[in-house]
């Protein structure tokens, strides 16, 4: 299984929304003791578990470092050159309050970026980590919320949202995706 967070490379990007993604995956390295992969072929920071149990050896971890609207490059790359089939895709949704968690596999890319660029490089059948951040209260001012920092109340619980998806993300390589989304899923935000 190829585990890929979405985020855009670069200080400035860190913490934001939009880089909920690699925070997981940051979480999910830390916890495993995942072993950075070299190569600069996969436009991205792929790692592979290490100290792990047996049922962890064959999966890898992915930030894509292409930027989040070809994040889709970088995913093929490394899905063909390991010959994997199956991906789970974790990111930012502006449809879900702060806090909420919701699993899917395929459907449409909701005007994300990153989902549209590895919707176009590998199909939409993939499984989708949604992570809830909310949304601004303009249309017009979403690029600023994405691309901004989390707010202080946000920030009281993103630590326990990051940990919640990462065991989330656990679970998946064991289990099936219904019985993970029932078990894992949640409506609200956990603020």
């Given at each position: 299984m190829l585990i890929v967070g979405l985020g855009n490379p670069g200080t400035?990007?860190?913490?934001t929304r939009h880089n909920i993604g690699f925070m997981v995956i940051d979480e999910l390295i830390a916890r495993h003791n995942a072993t950075k992969l070299s190569s600069s072929s996969f436009k991205g920071e792929c790692y592979k578990f290490q100290n792990s149990s047996v049922s962890l050896e064959n999966h890898f971890l992915l930030k894509p470092l292409t930027f989040?609207?070809?994040s889709g490059e970088?995913?093929?790359?490394v899905k063909n050159f390991y010959k994997v089939d199956e991906v789970v895709v974790i990111h930012d949704d502006l449809?879900?309050?702060f806090g909420a968690l919701r699993l899917k596999k395929g459907g449409g890319h909701g005007g994300h970026n990153g989902l549209k660029s590895i919707d176009s490089t590998i199909s939409k059948e993939y499984i989708r980590v949604r992570m809830g951040i909310g949304k601004p209260e303009h249309k017009g001012e979403v690029v600023s919320f994405v691309l901004?920092?989390?707010s202080a109340e946000e920030r009281q619980c993103l630590e326990d949202f990051i940990a919640h998806t990462a065991?989330?993300?656990?679970?998946?390589?064991?289990?099936?995706?219904d019985v993970v989304a029932a078990q894992y899923s949640k409506k609200k935000s956990m603020c």
């Open positions: 400035d990007y860190e913490n989040m609207n070809l970088s995913v093929v790359k449809d879900l309050p901004g920092k989390f065991d989330t993300v656990e679970a998946l390589l064991q289990k099936p995706l």
